[in-house]
């Protein structure tokens, strides 16, 4: 249960437009697109305890029981003049300065992923909303498995997934994590477009100079070792035969 007057105090102060506190709901992805659809300003927040209908990328769906989560997701009006995967990156980055106000180091599987002790932690959903050419808004949904009853069954995985209380092997409150991550994804949010922000999330891509594999759905896998980002935010690798490689948001990275 999220008690509303707690999770207001403990935003307090953040430069959010609006929050709605939900206790069950579909998606928050969903929620906050029909908010922004009414009228929602920029950084309205939609939070919620349980997701019956929670989504993840590629059409998968993602598991939020009650009590167990952060599930939340951001109404974001467009100012933002950076490349499509720097949303999903803030996020993502977001998600790492939370936990590391925590004493945990987490790492970003390019491009979505957060990982603790190389395991799944936290994913992020960015959705854009068009109108024809113009971009109207954008829905950043964030889950972060707080409990290990967040963390799915592991036939329902594609990848080894963890909670932070797992990983830290410690009660983490929700609201205080709550407030760590708004705190630095509002911080971050008009910040896109800087160095410093590339810099910090390149600072934390999981298997930085070792060797991965990537699937990349638009062609073979490729074997190298992961260089870093380029301006775009595509994962920059280098093959054996010295062939640079630049990944788009399609690609899966796991090391080898
Ligand atoms: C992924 O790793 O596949 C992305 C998962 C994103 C899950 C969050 S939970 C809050 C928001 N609402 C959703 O339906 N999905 C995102």
């Given amino acids: 249960m999220w008690n509303a007057t707690e999770v207001r105090q403990a935003l307090a102060g953040l430069p959010l437009g609006a929050v709605h506190i939900f206790q069950r709901v579909g998606s928050t992805n969903d ?5 922004a659809e ?5 950084a309205t927040l939609v939070l919620a305890d349980e997701q019956t209908a929670g ?3 590629a059409g998968r769906r993602w598991f939020t029981p009650p009590g167990s989560a952060l599930a939340l997701s951001l109404v974001l009006r467009p100012v933002i003049h950076a490349p499509p995967g720097y949303v999903a990156a803030l996020g993502a980055l977001a998600v790492c300065e939370a936990l590391e106000a925590f004493g945990a180091q987490p790492t970003i599987k390019w491009p979505n992923d957060v990982l603790l002790l190389e395991r799944k932690v936290a994913g992020v959903l960015p959705e854009a909303h068009w109108e024809g050419e113009r971009l109207r808004f954008l829905v950043l949904g964030i889950g972060v498995n707080v409990t290990p009853e967040a963390v799915p069954p592991p036939e329902a995985l ?3 997934a963890i909670a932070v209380q797992e990983a830290l092997a410690r009660p983490v409150e929700r609201l205080s994590l709550l407030r760590a991550l708004m705190t630095s994804l509002l ?3 008009d910040r ?7 810099r910090a999330w390149e600072a934390r891509l999981a298997w930085h100079g070792r060797m991965v594999e990537a699937h990349d759905r638009h062609g073979p896998p490729v074997q190298g070792i992961l260089l870093g ?3 775009e935010g595509h994962l920059r690798l280098r093959d054996v035969l010295g062939r640079e490689h630049r990944l ?3 690609a899966h990275v796991r090391p080898r």
């Fill in 187 to 189: 911080s971050w949010a």
């Fill in 38 to 42: 009414a009228g929602a300003p920029h």
């Fill in 158 to 160: 594609d990848f080894p």
């Fill in 229 to 231: 980002l380029d301006a």
């Fill in 55 to 57: 989504r993840g990328r």
């Fill in 192 to 198: 896109l477009d800087t160095p410093t922000f590339r």
């Fill in 31 to 35: 929620e906050a697109a029909r908010l």
């Fill in 248 to 250: 788009t948001a399609y």
